[in-house]
């Protein structure tokens, strides 16, 4: 019998994966994360929507963003046909096991299948079997993804002296922020000012936050370098401001599962 956890480090390049011999499919992580199980129509899956395909381990440790085509209630379902390297078709055959993980609202869903068939005409596509049992389970708003955004940063008050940055990590609620020391302190308020790409679409953001928690990068330290790590809270985000980030964040877990933090 498959059996299948879905947590968010699931994402992550650490994860079993299955063979293809019939074995069994697991992709379990640690922690207590309670699982439940779903309906399929609580992942609201819609034509379009993006899903993580995890082949079998003989054909591939990568794993693949793919869409949905459309589905059968109860028969299968139709997807892009996965890829290596974003363009080389993976080379899965009927009856191969898979591993499928798709973000809805707040929770992280996933299910096993097969592949029924492996189209080429009129372009690459699969037939997949209809998910029997699908588990998901909450996502933590804290789930945060190494990132390099340049980033705008200056005080709400006081000297509004503009500095430039870097976010090497980013949550729905926060940021890790790399600057110089001098740049601000615990308890201040700063203004940033960054583009995140979603999709090939570029958005503009400026967001307030309140440094939580400053320290030195004891390595730069050692080379005279006066750069600090700024632990940020964002305060006050405007709904669109945290569905962007919260559509980054996602994107990144989905795309490149190794950033996951």
């Not at 381990?57 to 139709?78: F, N």
């Not at 945060?144 to 709400?156: D, F, L, P, Q």
């Not at 990144?252 to 933090?261: A, D, F, L, W, Y």
């Amino acid at each position: 019998m498959n059996s299948l956890q879905v947590e968010p480090r699931d994402w992550g390049a650490d994860a079993p994966s299955e063979s293809r011999d019939g074995g069994q499919v697991t992709a379990e992580a640690a922690g207590s994360t309670p699982q439940e199980t779903f309906p399929f129509e609580a992942m609201n899956l819609k034509v379009g929507d993006r899903l993580q395909v995890q082949p079998p381990a003989t054909v591939s440790a990568e794993r693949s963003p793919v869409k949905l085509i459309g589905y059968l209630q109860d028969q299968s379902m139709l997807i892009t046909a996965p890829t290596t390297g974003g363009s080389v078709p993976m080379q899965v055959m009927p009856g191969d096991q898979l591993i499928m993980r798709v973000f809805s609202g707040q929770n992280a869903f996933g299910f096993a299948c097969d592949v029924q068939r492996v189209c080429r005409v009129p372009y690459s596509y699969l037939h997949i079997s209809f998910p029997k049992k699908i588990q998901g389970t909450v996502i933590r708003k804290a789930s945060r993804v190494k990132t390099k955004i340049i980033v705008k940063v200056c005080a709400e008050q006081g000297d509004t002296t503009e500095h430039t940055a870097v976010i090497s990590n980013l949550s729905a609620n926060g940021a890790l922020l790399d600057g110089r020391r001098t740049m601000a302190d615990t308890g201040d308020t700063l203004r940033l000012s960054f583009k995140l790409k979603l999709h090939n679409i570029e958005a503009e953001l400026s967001v307030a936050a309140v440094v939580r928690t400053v320290f030195d990068d004891e390595t730069l330290k050692q080379s005279g370098t006066s750069l600090a790590h700024f632990g940020l809270q964002f305060v006050a985000l405007d709904p669109n401001d945290q569905m962007l980030l919260q559509s980054m964040v996602y994107q990144h877990m989905i795309e490149r599962p190794q950033s996951v933090v």
